[in-house]
């Protein structure tokens, strides 16, 4: 993970360089009822999408935006790396320069699902997608589905300086604004609160893995172990900890420029937990709080953010 990715860093750049040429209203476009930004996505990538067939050993990471998945896919590909360095298939290579696509799934372009039928097994697949927008083959084949969610003040937080940096997302000229749109169905990839109820209704399948943001910021190595195990990849403690120390913030920040390209210096801001409280002020504390208890708070994936822990 931390060599130059050539094709990450060149779809980052032409999205960067569209954003720069549309103005706030053009940034984004609807797909059954989601917006999406126009500078990732369109509706014929969306479209051929359908066709993807996914594998029973594909890892599909799955997080709304800003809560952690470049992080978590960095671990994610570096277990999958180490454990494939241990196979004597050398054709097995999942560094292989030639085969690389932009992890994302719903970002590329419209021959991407075919290239992707040429990738060895396991295959690291990223999403922000919610999961009735997934292609039918992720749940057919039992895909392993790695959910990784956060506490919504944060993501808001986070979310809203990262829209302010990459020009391809429409920005806010203050934060009482992006509150604003946040609160409602307007933003990049739809509604948090949606995508969490969403995905509650799978959070008991077998196939899937509920990790909070939280949880891997206080206990990373506990992380990185039950995540492998989860996978059923099996390395020696040295092995783990290699993983989890390429992992740490200030790691994958030193070396954002080189996997990230200019995506780099926007994604890796702070890295930590509870950054919500210079933001928020009374009234929105109080409208985020009503809107949790009641649409998520008594779920299983509400419960599991620990929301009076973390956001009061």
């Known amino acids: 993970m931390e060599k130059p990715r050539k094709k990450f860093i060149d779809v980052i750049d032409k999205a960067i360089i569209a954003g720069k040429a549309l103005d706030h ?3 984004l476009f609807t797909y059954k009822g989601t917006f999406y930004p126009v500078a990732f996505c369109s509706l014929e990538v969306f479209r051929a999408m359908e066709t993807f067939e996914a594998r029973s050993d594909d890892v599909i990471l799955a997080g709304y935006p800003k809560s952690g998945t470049n992080w978590l896919g960095q671990i994610l590909s570096d277990l999958v790396a180490t454990c494939e360095k241990k196979r004597p298939d050398e054709a097995k290579n999942v560094n292989d320069e030639e085969l690389e696509e932009f992890p ?3 970002i590329g372009d419209i ?8 990738l060895p097994s396991r295959r690291v697949i990223l999403t922000h997608l919610c999961p009735g927008n997934l292609p039918k083959s992720v749940f057919k084949n039992k895909a392993k589905i790695l959910l990784l969610i956060r506490n919504p003040k944060d993501v808001a937080t ?11 997302l429409p920005s806010h000229k203050t ?10 169905e307007k933003m990049p990839w739809g509604s948090y609160f949606n995508y969490i109820s969403e995905w509650n209704k799978y959070a008991t399948d077998e196939n899937v893995m509920t990790i909070t943001y939280e949880e891997l910021k206080e206990n990373r190595p506990l992380g990185v172990k039950n995540i492998a195990s989860f996978l059923g990849i099996s390395l020696t403690e040295e092995e ?6 390429r992992s740490s913030f200030q790691s994958m920040k030193k ?5 990230h390209g200019a995506l780099g210096s926007m994604l890796f801001r702070k890295g930590g937990v509870s950054d919500w409280k210079n933001l928020f002020n009374e009234e929105q504390n109080e409208k985020m709080d009503k809107v949790f208890e009641e649409r998520i708070a008594r779920t299983k994936l509400g419960s599991k953010l620990k929301y009076d822990v973390y956001c009061k």
Do not use: G, I
């Open 175 to 184: 934060w009482d604004d992006f509150f604003a749109a946040f609160m409602t």
């Open 255 to 259: 070396n954002s420029e080189k996997t």
């Open 25 to 27: 209203d053009e940034k």
């Open 104 to 106: 994302y799934l719903e």
């Open 158 to 168: 986070s979310f809203f300086h990262f829209s302010n940096k990459l020009p391809a």
């Open 111 to 118: 021959e991407k699902y075919e290239r992707m039928k040429k």
């Open 240 to 245: 783990l900890q290699n993983v989890v120390e």
